[in-house]
């Protein structure tokens, strides 16, 4: 991947599945320069890398070196989707690596509606924590101000018999 690419010779199959995991992939850095003028260059959209991979991986999804985000490789103008048919014997290769990436779309997704679950529990705590401060700030409030009316009322009898002791 520009930035980034596949080991120089041979290249890897675009029916194979890209895994930084997966000990026969390796990538080194190279010089724009460097890249054949087929590959595809194009950037993450999460984290920006530049990336770069042979043609035959366009509309692959791969996983960006940088931020390990899925990304699907962008198909060049002009191309034709019949320019991207496997050969009879790769398409097996290609399922099988579909349904690896399906599967671990599917657990992302299980992940991420638990996480939802969660986040959606914490949140509904947080506004029933926020209304109970609420309602108890109201009662404060409430008992402040009857504090301060009897306050000013024991006053106003205090003043009251200080003038009655004043007229004794």
Same mark, same amino acid.
């Given at each position: 991947?520009?930035?980034?690419?596949?080991?120089?010779? &041979? #290249? =890897?199959?675009?029916?194979?599945?890209?895994?930084?995991?997966? &000990?026969?992939? /390796?990538?080194?850095?190279?010089?724009?320069?460097?890249?054949?003028?087929?590959?595809?260059?194009?950037?993450?959209?999460?984290?920006?890398? %530049?990336?770069?991979? *042979?043609?035959?991986? !366009?509309?692959?999804?791969?996983?960006? /070196?940088?931020?390990?985000?899925?990304? /699907?490789? &962008?198909? &060049?103008?002009?191309?034709?989707?019949?320019?991207? *048919?496997?050969?009879?014997?790769?398409?097996?290769?290609?399922? !099988?690596?579909?349904?690896?990436?399906? $599967?671990?779309?599917?657990?992302?997704?299980?992940?991420?509606?638990?996480?939802?679950? *969660?986040? =959606?529990?914490? $949140?509904?705590?947080? *506004?029933?924590?926020?209304?109970?401060?609420?309602?108890?700030?109201?009662?404060?409030?409430? %008992?402040?101000?009857?504090? =301060?009316?009897?306050?000013?009322?024991?006053?106003?009898? #205090?003043?009251?018999?200080?003038? =009655? #002791? /004043?007229?004794?």
């Amino acid at each position: 991947m520009n930035g980034t690419n596949t080991e120089e010779a &041979p #290249l =890897r199959n675009p029916s194979e599945s890209i895994e930084p995991s997966d &000990p026969e992939t /390796t990538f080194e850095e190279v010089d724009s320069d460097q890249i054949p003028e087929t590959d595809i260059q194009f950037e993450c959209p999460y984290c920006g890398k %530049s990336l770069s991979i *042979d043609q035959r991986g !366009a509309g692959l999804v791969i996983e960006c /070196t940088q931020c390990h985000q899925l990304v /699907t490789v &962008p198909i &060049p103008e002009g191309m034709k989707l019949s320019d991207l *048919d496997l050969p009879p014997e790769e398409k097996e290769t290609q399922l !099988a690596n579909m349904r690896v990436m399906l $599967a671990k779309s599917q657990d992302r997704i299980a992940s991420l509606v638990a996480e939802n679950q *969660d986040l =959606r529990e914490k $949140a509904d705590a947080f *506004d029933r924590w926020q209304a109970d401060r609420a309602k108890h700030q109201g009662d404060l409030q409430a %008992s402040f101000e009857e504090l =301060r009316d009897r306050q000013t009322a024991l006053g106003e009898a #205090l003043e009251r018999l200080r003038l =009655r #002791l /004043t007229e004794l």
